[in-house]
């Protein structure tokens, strides 16, 4: 019984498709996020839905659309992939408000883009 | 701009002796901060929180100080074991926030 679960675990694909990672949670958070982890290891939060409300939207190419629909699920979709795209990316779910907003991460799902 | 700063990259320790990292941070005024293990090739594994009217908190052999005058928090490991080997990120997250935001992180190696 996988807390957060994403797929796919490892993605290679070629520069200009576009692709899609989807993300689970099974813990009944309010609250879901998407990272980017680079190859010098710093984990940088890209996108945040609480309750299917886009609430965080950093700093990142339009390229990048998360999706959210419905409390437990939050996909992320690639277009025109990149060669700086390859990263680790991360899932993770919390409930903000009644704990101390400790974070579940999902597996992560290594994207290489060739 | 917020900085967190984990100031070793990389540490190594012997077996059985305490382990102690550093988290120091500026341009902020956290309510909570946290502490992850992130293992090669895993996501990240929350460890233990402290709220910022808390100096410490305790959990087996972990423990985390944290002084919002220095702006500083210290992570001990004691008795540290080989399985104990990982990276350990630093969190802040501030009050009513959604976000939290993560240092890079402390390599640490435990050698038998």
């Known amino acids: 019984d996988t807390a957060v679960s994403q797929t796919p675990k490892y993605l290679v694909t070629q520069m200009g498709n576009d692709k899609s990672i989807k993300c689970e949670q099974n813990?009944?958070?309010?609250?879901m996020y998407w990272y980017k982890q680079d190859s010098k290891k710093f984990l940088k939060i890209m996108f945040s839905?609480?309750?299917?409300?886009?609430?965080i939207n950093e700093t990142v190419p339009n390229r990048f659309s998360p999706k959210s629909p419905d409390k437990a699920h939050l996909n992320l979709h690639i277009n025109s992939l990149e060669l700086g795209d390859s990263a680790v990316y991360f899932c993770?779910?919390?409930?903000?408000?009644?704990?101390?907003?400790?974070?579940?991460f999902g597996p992560g799902t290594r994207l290489t883009v060739l | 701009s917020q900085k967190i700063e984990q100031n070793s990259e990389a540490l190594n320790i012997q077996e059985g002796k305490t382990a102690t990292l550093t988290c120091n941070y500026t341009?902020?005024?956290?309510?909570?901060l946290q502490w992850y293990r992130q293992d090669p090739g895993r996501g990240p594994v929350f460890l233990l929180l402290?709220?910022?009217?808390?100096k410490e908190k305790r959990k087996e052999r972990l423990k985390v100080t944290f002084d919002t005058t220095l702006k500083q928090s210290l992570f001990h490991i004691t008795a540290s074991q080989p399985a104990d080997s990982a990276t350990y990120l630093c969190?802040?997250?501030?009050?009513?926030?959604?976000?939290?935001?993560f240092g890079k992180g402390t390599k640490l190696s435990v050698i038998p």
């Open positions: 839905y609480n309750n299917k409300e886009l609430i």
């Open positions: 993770a779910s919390s409930q903000v408000k009644r704990q101390g907003g400790e974070q579940f």
């Open positions: 813990l009944g958070h309010d609250t």
């Open positions: 402290i709220r910022e009217n808390e």
């Open positions: 341009n902020y005024s956290p309510a909570y």
């Open positions: 969190a802040l997250r501030g009050a009513g926030s959604y976000q939290l935001t």
